[in-house]
T-cell receptor
Framework: KQEVTQIPAALSVPEGENLVLNCSFT??????LQWFRQDPGKGLTSLLL?????REQTSGRLNASLDKSSGRSTLYIAASQPGDSATYLC??????????FGGGTRLMVKP | NAGVMQNPRHLVRRRGQEARLRCSPM?????VYWYRQLPEEGLKFMVY????????ESGMPKERFSAEFPKEGPSILRIQQVVRGDSAAYFC???????????????FGDGTRLSIL
């Protein structure tokens, strides 16, 4: 059974810092990995999707990496802004097509 | 170009009543997924449907819960005889094709927040 862990559970940084969010998983037999953003009381916004054959994806100030052999993914956020404050979720697609989610990292970027 | 639409956004029920949650997938999407987010917990998969068929319901409780995705109309998640423990946010997602066979992401709605009095 796939287990997904995100560390840290919460993170507070001053505006402008570069930061890294971590995601680890136990079963490397995955189709893809997605990073989502969830704002309070809202749904999930897909940020980046990395296919199992890829190593990284970039979108603006965001860069996500995937290392299947070690069961790890990281989300790098450059030059953080207060508007980046949200919960960030890592999710994997394995056999069966459903997503398995980590517990999330609650990010607070202070002005 | 509407996204995934869920209604109602908030639903309040008393114990023992029925709750019906609706999800209209993105235009052209025939794959629908339901997830539940309990307070202070992560999202957990409940059920995966393709038009008129349940593909995987391994995450759905065996009793009181059912889901359908008819040929016409939205997908419905139905909870009978609700209990306090059913209070949660229920999210629906849709995809164009089976996610595992492509790089197509799942697109999520804003969820239905169910509160049981």
């Amino acid at each position: 059974k796939q287990e997904v862990t995100q560390i840290p559970a919460a993170l507070s940084v001053p505006e402008g810092e570069n930061l890294v969010l971590n995601c680890s998983f136990t079963d490397s037999a995955i189709y893809n990995l997605q990073w989502f953003r969830q704002d309070p009381g809202k749904g999930l916004t897909s940020l980046l999707l990395i296919q199992s054959s890829q190593r990284e994806q970039t979108s603006g100030r965001l860069n996500a990496s995937l290392d299947k052999s070690s069961g790890r993914s990281t989300l790098y956020i450059a030059a953080s802004q207060p508007g980046d404050s949200a919960t960030y979720l890592c999710a994997l697609t394995g056999a069966g097509n459903m997503l398995t989610f980590g517990g999330g990292t609650r990010l607070m970027v202070k002005p | 170009n509407a996204g995934v639409m869920q209604n109602p956004r908030h639903l309040v029920r008393r114990r023992g009543q029925e709750a019906r949650l609706r999800c209209s997938p993105m235009k052209g999407h025939s794959h629908v997924y339901w997830y539940r987010q309990l307070p202070e917990e992560g999202l957990k998969f409940m059920v995966y449907l393709q038009k008129e068929n349940i593909i995987d319901e391994s995450g759905m409780p065996k009793e009181r819960f059912s889901a359908e995705f008819p040929k016409e109309g939205p997908s419905i998640l139905r909870i009978q005889q609700v209990v306090r423990g059913d209070s949660a946010a229920y999210f629906c997602a849709s995809s164009l094709v089976a996610v595992g066979s492509s790089n197509q992401p799942q697109h999520f709605g804003d969820g239905t927040r169910l509160s049981i009095l």
